[in-house]
C-alpha cells in the first residue's frame, strides 16, 4: 500500500477507540498523524512494525493496538503474546535504531489486585491471567529494549465506540429491565479522549521516560459505574443494576479485585492531573447515540 509523507505520529491502532481518539486529537492539535491498522503493519508477522517505522522514520510512536480478549487471552496464547509481547518489543529496538520517542499503553490488569491501596509506578506487578502475563512481558521487552520508552498503564478505557463496557452495557439494557454486574471489582474508568491528550503531552515531555499511571478517578466498581451512566441516560432505558459477586459471575479468567493505578509521575510531566470520569458521560452517550 502506498503511504503518504513521513508523519509526526504513527500510531500503531486503526479502529480501536484509542486510535480513533489519538487521531481526533492530532487534528486538535494540528500535527500530522498515521493509524496503522492490520492492511499496514500486522501485529501477528514478525518484521511488520519494524519494516513500517523503518521506512516512515516518524518522530513518535504510539502503540496503541492490543489484543484485549481477556478470557480468550487463556486459550489464545501465541496470538495474544505476539501481539501485546512480542510486537511492543520489536516497536521499541526500532524507534531506538531510528531515535524516535516510543510510547506503548499498557494495563492494570499487570497487577493482582490485593493491594489495599492505590498501585503506584513503582509497584510490583504480579498478574492473574494471561492478558496481564503478555501485557507486562511488553513492557519489559520494550524497556528493556530502548531507554527512551514510556510506558502508559491506563485502565476501563471508554469512548461509547466499539465494543468498550458502556456499550455492551447500553446495548444489553435496551431489552433488559435488570443487569447483574460485578461490585467487587474497583476500577478507575477513564475517558479515551482524556488518555490520548495526556499521551500527546507525555510524548511532548521531554524526559518522560519509565512508567506512567493514568485512570480515571475517583474509582468505582464496574456496578457502580454502570448505575453512573446507566442513570445519566434516563428514563429512556430504565434498566436496574443488582449488584453481584465475582463467585456469583464466574468468568473464563481471573480478575484483579482492585486493581487501582494510582501515582504521581503523570501530573509532575504534564501538569495534567488523572482524568474525572463522571465530566466525559455525556460525551460518550452521545458518541453511542450517534453510532446507533
Not at 500486522?42 to 493496538?65: K, W, Y
Amino acid at each position: 500500500m502506498a503511504l503518504a509523507a513521513a508523519p509526526e505520529f504513527l500510531i500503531f491502532g486503526k479502529s480501536g477507540q484509542l486510535a480513533r481518539s489519538l487521531a481526533a486529537q492530532a487534528r486538535c492539535e494540528d500535527v500530522s498523524l498515521l493509524c496503522a491498522g492490520r492492511d499496514i503493519a500486522d501485529l501477528t508477522i514478525p518484521g511488520h512494525a519494524r519494516a513500517l517505522i523503518e521506512r516512515l522514520q516518524p518522530r513518535f510512536v504510539i502503540n496503541a493496538a492490543a489484543y484485549t480478549a481477556v478470557d480468550r487471552a487463556e486459550d489464545e496464547t501465541l496470538l495474544c503474546n505476539a501481539i501485546n509481547a512480542d510486537a511492543p518489543g520489536e516497536m521499541a529496538k526500532a524507534c531506538a535504531s531510528q531515535g524516535s520517542r516510543f510510547i506503548h499503553v499498557s494495563t492494570d490488569y499487570v497487577f493482582n489486585g490485593e493491594s489495599d491501596t492505590p498501585y503506584t509506578e513503582d509497584s510490583e506487578p504480579d498478574p492473574i491471567n494471561f492478558y496481564g502475563q503478555s501485557k507486562l512481558e511488553g513492557e519489559l521487552k520494550a524497556l528493556n529494549s530502548y531507554d527512551q520508552t514510556t510506558i502508559v498503564r491506563t485502565s476501563a478505557v471508554f469512548s461509547g465506540l466499539g465494543d468498550d463496557f458502556p456499550c455492551k452495557i447500553l446495548n444489553l439494557a435496551a431489552s433488559r429491565e435488570t443487569l447483574r454486574i460485578v461490585d467487587d471489582q474497583i476500577t478507575g474508568p477513564t475517558p479515551a479522549a482524556e488518555l490520548a491528550r495526556r499521551l500527546f503531552a507525555l510524548a511532548r515531555s521531554p524526559s518522560a521516560y519509565g512508567v506512567f499511571h493514568c485512570a480515571g478517578q475517583p474509582f468505582v466498581s464496574w456496578a457502580g459505574f454502570a448505575a453512573a451512566f446507566l442513570e445519566q441516560e434516563g428514563s429512556a432505558i430504565g434498566t436496574r443494576v443488582i449488584p453481584v459477586s465475582s463467585e456469583e459471575y464466574p468468568t473464563r479468567a481471573r480478575r484483579p479485585k482492585r486493581s487501582r493505578l494510582g501515582g504521581d509521575r503523570l501530573k509532575e510531566a504534564t501538569g495534567l492531573h488523572s482524568p474525572q470520569w463522571q465530566q466525559s458521560l455525556g460525551l460518550m452517550l452521545d458518541a453511542w447515540r450517534a453510532s446507533r
